[in-house]
């Protein structure tokens, strides 16, 4: 059951991603004038026909908006290029999730968020298991000298909660850099920074394999220890690899999300969820302009597809190991 | 784990709710040193009047100069004058006060070893300010030069104890001598306050200094209140929510443009009491590297063109920025000088309205068009025109401007690229040159534009689109320059004013820098808080501490 | 335990610690910008920098930084910090106990909680460990800083948070938002230790023989469970204590992650190597803690060790 709701949601969070700014009807960028802090609009059904009524600014200073119910703004689902779009109009843009303090749409800005907040938490996790089999294979493969120096290596780094050594590490770059620099900066701190717990788990499944009698037989057979190695051991190591995949990438999700909420991640006026949750994230923003808390909600789904498609194993190594 | 929650109880518990009639205040960081002649922060000049006083004070409410320590002056000619100090005055420690604490501080504030900041604030071209004792009680200050500001510049110097600080200043630990961590009773000073007791990080307390040389008009002592507390919050958000308990009865800066609805609010309730001090002196400006030889520019010249800043000019809407940054509460502005600068603001100064056809025009004059029918504007070699901009990061109020900006700028055709930085860095980056343009802002020190000549003189260090110059780089920095001569060296009022209205002009002709908006400043006091004097300018109300007090309900 | 394995972890700890602080060092000093720039701000005079630059340490080598780094170490003087200007073992000092607080009043919720939990969810009949079992996941997934987001809407909405003082409120929500995950772990693991331990051969014999012996198989089953979790325990500290950065950052709570975030940003060098220290030595610690607890509460380890 968990493994059904966790990929319908993983499905939905991936169309998302792809789609960006599309799924909305205005673009992440665009900045509406008067309608700074513009509360959600509610859709209405008239029969089939979906609308939402236009917002008016009443006061700047206090934020304060009503709707005209004198007038409707159709929506259309998939047309013009997008998920939803609104007739034009000049009643003003369709705002489903609100406006953030430049006016811009927050239903839009999550979507387009997404695809690069999920988008450097992925290819960090491949990464991770990429340099983290490597290391795992050596250590199993080699000898027991280099075996006793990985894995002591690992063990050092897989102690330390995660966030500290990636706040430490990002710091030793250039504190500012431009998106797609972030992105690949981002990418290979992940990748440093997950590979232990793949190596822990590689080198544990190849020590297991190793001493099975079709390596013994293989070697015997005249095949070297790489071939071995590639073509028979590698595989044994697919399914961990899978789980693995889905654990990093929502604690690789964190932490880029810490990274922006700190300023260290993507810079402004990239969407970002971290940016986003970093202005959201004073009491009156809360308690004035709630629906600035879409990223938090983003998030959360997207763990809990990530979690409940990684299967119910409950094991210490599983449950705790990733550091948020 | 038992430990760590007793820890954690026991912090906690140090943060109970203060006996009522104790005035707390909030700053964002803990004062660094209590020695203003060292350490030039915000914090310190905030915690300075509690605990210091100065020669002569400014009475921020007129601009009129109140007798202090000094109780009488007279002006022996244009750069000469004898002050006459008070009598039996002690310090916090029970020692007498005497012209020779006056001569100790001056040799302090421009002794090389101690390099004093404030010591190069003080001198004129340079030069010192040279003060001769004549008795105990009588001290001759010589200007190098009739000077405008005159007896005001003393506002900001506060006269240290002689006995306490010059085996420090002889040993060359002066720098080190009064940190966070030195035993309270060793800071000594005339102000109404000593210092009680430092939580580090947390908070400073001070009770009243037994001395205390002023009485109230009615003859009682002063200060008033039974114990100040300044609370380090690092964060603003916080300190609202601290304002809003009533959990403080003051904060560090004006209230900010989403907190103004709530505090309206506030204020009918009778909770909070709001003071608009006018318009803010220091507003943000966006300006281009126009030094020769500039890096950006020898690829793209175009950056240096007046054109293009009268083209940004208009094509950004200062009224957007008004209403989306400031949410309304603030006004359009031109130049650096503001309404809130009183007088010396030039009227006939009007802020360029929104117009993106002239600017249009403006670009297409200097070459810049769109050559290959993308939307943006290119240069004569068909590479697109882009701006790399650079602001502080953190700062709300500078990255939504910069926002705007772009999104403005990108309308007529130029592209924007928004680049955050710390502020360290940025100031790093400033100082090199190696930027394309900046939108930041320096903290207004005084009204006086003469206490700002590094920013308006051309070789001034803060002059900051083309700073350190040898020779006045262009013919209208040259005449700024003449301008302002009279502003620094006449004494006559109208005189100054009519010169520094004509710099305003010459400004807003060839804009070196480019001013949008500035905002109404509006500061927040708890109803229960009395004895306020709020001001425009740092420290808000702090300045003036003698008569606070909280009432009980 | 023997002495000697115990001096032995002590030592590889503290080399440890030594090496972590000292790769965080090199790197916050290879960093391009550094606090000179932040000197230049505060309009000193050139003479003024430079002086303050030698003192600082700022114009040595990086092999001469390290040195001067590590020969610090066993005194326990970890230099000073630029940007506050105290030295940096004063400043671990304050605010290192008020993140052991709220990470250990974090811990010690989740494992009350989550043994409770974990305790429930093993005696529960299929329907109910079915929920409990959904909750678990979910509880597990959500990361503490939407938690901490979602209680602090909730408070402020609800009007909750203009009556209790903020700065109770804060770390309050603070502290639970970590708690909830950990628990729910803790709960998860715990349920399954117990139901395991009590599977087993000696349990089972003891049931059959109808002694009073369900408690006393119960009582031995949590032993053996509790092991298994103080186990655990470090690396649910550790989680925690990541987690806590954030936490902090967002309630304003003066600990050990706001400072190296702010030592990290500001390239206060010897600040940023003294925070990786008291992290290192923190997790350190928790480790050979509970490698401690583990031997004295399991007596079958403690038959193997001696």
Redesign the interface.
């Known amino acids: 059951m968990?493994r059904v709701i966790g990929s319908v949601l993983a499905v939905l969070l991936a169309v998302v991603a792809v789609a960006g700014d599309r799924i909305a009807p205005n673009n992440a960028d665009t900045?509406f004038?008067?309608r700074?802090?513009a509360p959600p609009m509610s859709i209405r059904i008239d029969g089939v026909a979906p609308y939402v009524n236009p917002q008016v600014l009443e006061?700047?200073?206090?934020?304060i908006y009503t709707n005209d119910t004198s007038t409707r703004i159709p929506l259309r689902v998939f047309a013009s290029g997008r998920a939803i779009a609104a007739e034009d109009t000049d009643e003003g843009p369709v705002l489903l999730l609100g406006a953030d303090?430049?006016?811009r749409d927050v239903l839009a800005r999550v979507a387009e968020a997404s695809r690069y907040s999920l988008g450097v938490a992925i290819a960090g996790a491949l990464l991770a298991l990429l340099i983290g089999t490597l290391f795992g294979a050596l250590a199993a493969s080699i000898g027991p000298r280099t075996d006793r120096a990985i894995i002591t290596v690992a063990d050092?780094l897989a102690?330390?909660?995660?966030?500290?050594i990636v706040?430490?590490?990002?710091?030793?770059?250039?504190?500012?850099l431009?998106p797609s620099d972030v992105f690949i900066a981002l990418s290979l701190l992940f990748g440093l920074v997950g590979w232990p717990f793949t190596a822990r788990g590689v080198r544990g499944i190849m020590h297991r394999e190793w001493a099975l009698p079709y390596a013994e037989a293989a070697l015997a057979a005249g095949a070297s220890r790489l071939r071995v190695l590639v073509v028979h051991l590698l595989p044994a190591t697919f399914g961990f690899l899978g789980t693995q995949f889905l654990l990093l990438v929502?604690g690789f999700l964190?932490s880029e999300?810490?990274l922006s909420?700190?300023?260290?991640g993507f810079?402004?006026?990239t969407p970002s969820w971290g940016t986003m949750?970093q202005a959201?994230?004073?009491?009156?923003v809360?308690?004035?302009a709630?629906w600035m808390?879409a990223p938090?909600?983003a998030?959360?789904l997207t763990?809990?597809a990530?979690?409940?498609l990684s299967g119910?194993r409950?094991?210490?190594l599983t449950?705790?190991s990733?550091?948020? | 784990m038992v430990t760590g929650t007793v820890v954690w109880w026991r912090t906690r518990s140090s943060v109970q709710f203060q006996p009522s009639a104790n005035v707390v205040a909030t700053l964002r960081t803990e004062p660094e040193s209590f020695n203003r002649l060292v350490t030039a922060s915000a914090a310190v000049d905030a915690i300075t009047p509690l605990i210091h006083a100065p020669l002569i004070k400014v009475d921020r409410t007129d601009g009129t100069l109140m007798p202090w320590l000094a109780d009488r002056w007279e002006a022996l000619d244009s750069t000469r004058y004898r002050l006459h100090l008070r009598r039996d005055i002690r310090f916090s420690d029970g020692t007498p006060f005497t012209a020779d604490d006056v001569r100790f501080t001056f040799e302090a504030l421009y002794d090389p070893r101690v390099a004093s900041a404030l010591g190069s604030g003080l001198r004129i071209g340079g030069v010192p300010l040279t003060l001769t004792v004549e008795d105990a009680h009588t001290v001759l200050l010589e200007f190098p030069v009739p000077y405008g500001p005159g007896l005001a510049m003393l506002d900001v110097l506060p006269i240290l104890p002689r006995h306490r600080l010059e085996a420090s200043l002889r040993d060359g630990r002066f720098a080190q001598a009064w940190t966070p961590s030195t035993p309270p009773e060793e800071i000594v000073g005339l102000g109404p306050f000593v210092v009680e007791a430092v939580s580090p990080g947390e908070s400073v307390s001070f009770v009243p200094n037994p001395h205390y040389f002023r009485r109230a008009e009615d003859g009682s002592t002063l200060p008033r209140a039974p114990r100040i507390i300044v609370r380090v919050v690092p964060d603003q958000s916080a300190e609202m929510v601290q304002l809003e308990s009533g959990a403080a009865h003051f904060g560090t800066g004006g209230l900010r443009a989403e907190d103004l609805a709530a505090f309206r609010t506030l204020e009918q309730q009778d909770r909070v009491r709001l003071h608009d001090v006018g318009v803010a002196l220091d507003p943000n400006a966006l300006w281009f590297n126009l030094a020769e030889g500039a890096r950006p520019a020898t690829a793209r010249p175009w950056l240096q063109r007046r054109e293009l800043r009268h083209a940004i000019s208009r094509a950004v809407s200062r009224t957007r920025i008004v209403d989306t940054v400031y949410l309304g509460a603030a006004q359009p502005v031109m130049t650096p000088v503001t309404p809130g600068h009183g007088a010396w603001h030039a009227g006939d100064v009007e802020p360029h309205a929104h117009d993106p056809v002239e600017a249009a025009r403006l670009l297409d004059s200097i070459g810049l068009r769109d050559r290959d029918g993308d939307g943006m504007r290119d240069d004569a070699s068909g590479r697109t025109a882009r701006i790399a901009l650079l602001t502080q990061r953190g700062h709300t109020i500078r990255e939504r401007t910069a926002a705007i900006i772009q999104e403005d700028l990108a309308r007529v055709g130029i592209g924007v690229d928004i680049v955050a930085l710390e502020v360290g860095s940025l100031i790093a980056r400033i100082g090199s040159g190696d930027y394309d343009a900046v939108l930041f802002g320096l903290q207004a020190s005084g009204v006086d534009p003469a206490v700002n000549l590094d920013f308006w003189l051309p070789e001034g260090v803060f002059h900051f689109w083309n700073p350190a110059q040898r020779e006045p780089a262009a013919d209208w920095e040259r005449r700024i320059a003449e301008l302002m001569v009279p502003v620094v060296n006449a004494t006559d009022r109208d005189t100054r004013l009519t010169a520094f209205h004509e710099v305003q002009r010459v400004f807003a002709r060839e804009l070196p820098a480019i001013y949008f908006a500035a905002p109404r400043v509006v500061l927040a006091t708890s109803s229960r808080l009395q004895g306020v004097r709020p001001s425009l300018l740092q420290p808000h109300v702090l300045w003036m501490p003698d008569e606070l007090r909280v009432e009980a309900r | 335990m023997t002495g000697s394995r115990l001096i032995r972890r002590g030592l590889s700890a503290l080399l440890f610690i030594a090496l972590m602080s000292s790769v965080a060092l090199v790197l916050a000093r290879v960093a391009p910008g550094d606090y000179t720039d932040v000197l230049r701000t505060s309009r000193l005079s050139d003479e003024a920098v430079e002086r303050e630059r030698a003192r600082l340490y700022l114009d040595r080598s990086l092999p001469e930084l390290s040195l001067v780094w590590l020969s610090g170490l066993p005194r326990l003087d970890m230099r000073e910090s630029y940007r506050y200007a105290r030295p940096v073992t004063t400043l671990l000092a304050e605010r290192t106990p008020r993140t052991v607080g709220l990470v250990g009043a974090a811990l010690l919720l989740s494992l009350l909680a989550g043994v409770l939990w974990g305790t429930i969810r093993a005696r529960a009949g299929t329907r109910v460990a079915g929920a409990m079992d959904a909750i678990t996941g979910v509880a597990v997934a959500v990361p503490s800083i939407v938690l901490l987001f979602g209680l602090l809407a909730v408070a402020v909405r609800t009007g909750l948070l203009s009556h209790i003082d903020q700065s109770i409120a804060m770390p309050l929500a603070g502290m639970l938002a970590l708690a909830v995950p950990a628990s729910a772990g803790i709960g998860a693991l715990h349920a399954q230790a117990l139901e395991e331990a009590l599977a087993e051969p000696w349990a089972q014999a003891s049931a059959s023989r109808g002694l009073s012996t369900t408690r006393l198989a119960w009582k031995l089953g949590m032993r053996i469970a509790l092991t298994r979790l103080t186990s655990v325990t470090p690396l649910v500290a550790a989680n925690i204590l990541g987690a806590s950065l954030l936490v902090e950052v967002v309630t304003g709570w003066a600990g050990l992650g706001r400072l190296t975030f702010d030592a990290v940003v500001a390239r206060d060098v010897f600040l940023v190597a003294g925070c990786t220290a008291a992290v290192s030595a923190l997790i350190a610690a928790a480790s050979l803690a509970s490698d401690v607890i583990v031997r004295l509460l399991d007596p079958r380890t403690r038959e193997e060790h001696g």
Do not use: C
């Open positions: 968990g900045q004038a008067d700074a802090w006061d700047r200073l206090a934020r303090a430049l006016g050092a102690s330390l909660p995660v966030i500290y706040l430490t590490l990002r710091a030793a770059l250039p504190l500012v431009v929502p964190i999300v810490t909420f700190l300023g260290l810079p402004e006026p949750l959201a994230s004073n009491v009156r809360m308690a004035e709630p808390l938090a909600v998030l959360a763990s809990l990530l979690h409940l119910r409950k094991d210490a449950v705790f990733r550091a948020r």
